[in-house]
Every structure is written in C-alpha cells, then in structure tokens.
C-alpha cells in the first residue's frame, strides 16, 4: 500500500518554464509535507515544506501548494534552471506521536532542464 | 560543522553473507532513522534509533537490525544477504522527535552478487 503516491515519474522541461509534481496522500494523520531533493550519488536534502493549516509556501523560486480536502499537494519550481535538474521526492510524516514520526516517501520524480 | 557521515561508501558482498553499514548523525542531533532506496525508487523505512532503543520499524524482515551508541552513532547490519537487499542505504540524523530536520548522508551502496 503505497502511502504518497507521486507523479509524473519523470518531467522535461525548457529553461526558464514552470516545472509542476504532484502528490497525492491517504493517511488524514500525516501533518508534515517535505519535499527533497535528490542529486545522483547524494542523500536526499530538504527543500521545502509545508503544515496542512496552510495551502501555500513559497520560498525563492519553490512553491508547495496544499489542498487538504483533496488530500493533494504540489511542488511548483519557478523559472526551472538546468542546475535544478535532480530527483524530487514528495514526503509526509505524522508528528502526533514520537513513534510514528517517520517519513514516507514517494517515489520520485526525475526532472530535467533543457537548456 | 560535519552533516551526517556513512561508511563504507560502496561494498560488494556474496548471497549468504552479512554486512554492517555505519553511520555518524550530525552533530547535535540524537536520533538516527535507516533507509533503503532500490533504484528509481523512493526510500523506504527501515527503522529509527532514539535513546540507544529501536523506536519504530517499517516493513523490513528481522535480518535487518541495528544498534545505537551513547555517542548517538549507528550501524545496520543486514544477516543472509539475499540479491533484493542490493540498494543505497540511507542514514538521517535528526533532533529528539517529529520529521523536522531531518538530515540526510550520502548513503551506502551495496550490490549483493
């Protein structure tokens, strides 16, 4: 049973356009939505995140936007750049207990820049 | 300031055998949570460390265990290396409880032949 499901697997887009991943989440406990980013033959790093009381983020050119009754959210890059190109990973977690804090992953979507 | 370090960075091992994996948190933080990231896949939970006690468990077989230091380091040790275990273990360090600030290593790659 998958969690956090994410699409589209995989995004090509030119230089200077609007890259959009959305994730799709099923479990009402989750209360914490990270997005990473991965680069190859790195860890994940924390991009953006965002508290379901609040149905958007915007840090630089990155946007969260959250839809709690649809139980949908989306990562929005801004005048994508080729440097940008990378794996990015939506996530959710519950922080209502210790115990079941830990962070569920989607998996993946691998973007890339055309320069 | 260090992040989170892991060793070794690859390893080869046989069908059959065991393999420990290392990690050392980021400074400051004290609870230590194992990934395993197939390829093209996203990582999946293993299970988190706190207080030298294994917290939470994701759905992973009994071969796969760990242990965490007073220092707050941690090792995974996977027993009867099956040829599905071939993957990049991930560590992540964070702060006491919840998701936040979780802090990532480069992982470990481990093909099994």
């Known amino acids: 049973q998958q969690q956090v499901k994410q699409s589209p697997q995989s995004l090509i887009v030119q230089k200077g356009g609007i890259s959009i991943i959305n994730c799709a989440y099923e479990?009402?406990?989750?209360?914490?939505f990270p997005w990473y980013q991965q680069f190859p033959g790195k860890g994940p790093a924390l991009l953006i995140a965002?508290?379901?009381?609040?149905s958007e983020k915007k840090e630089g050119r990155f946007t969260i936007s959250f839809n709690k009754s649809a139980k949908q959210f989306s990562l929005h890059i801004m005048d994508s750049q080729p440097g940008d190109s990378a794996t990015y990973f939506c996530?959710?977690?519950?922080?209502?207990?210790?115990?079941?804090?830990?962070?569920?992953f989607g998996k993946g979507t691998r973007l890339h820049i055309l320069p | 300031d260090a992040g989170v370090t892991q060793s070794p960075t690859h390893l080869i091992k046989t069908r059959g055998q065991q393999v420990t994996l290392r990690c050392s948190p980021k400074s400051g933080h004290d609870t230590v949570s194992w990934y395993q990231q197939a390829l093209g896949q996203g990582p999946q939970f293993i299970f988190q460390?706190?207080?030298?006690?294994?917290?939470q468990r994701g759905n992973f077989p009994d071969r796969f265990s760990g242990h965490q230091f007073p220092n707050y380091s941690s090792e995974l040790n996977v027993n009867a290396l099956l040829l599905g275990d071939s993957a990049l273990y991930l560590c992540a360090s964070s702060f006491g409880t919840g998701g936040y600030g979780y802090t990532f290593g480069s992982g470990t790659r481990l093909t099994v032949v």
């Open positions: 460390y706190y207080e030298e006690e294994e917290r």
């Open positions: 965002i508290r379901p009381d609040v």
């Open positions: 479990n009402t406990a989750f209360d914490y």
């Open positions: 996530a959710a977690s519950s922080r209502r207990r210790a115990r079941d804090d830990k962070i569920i």
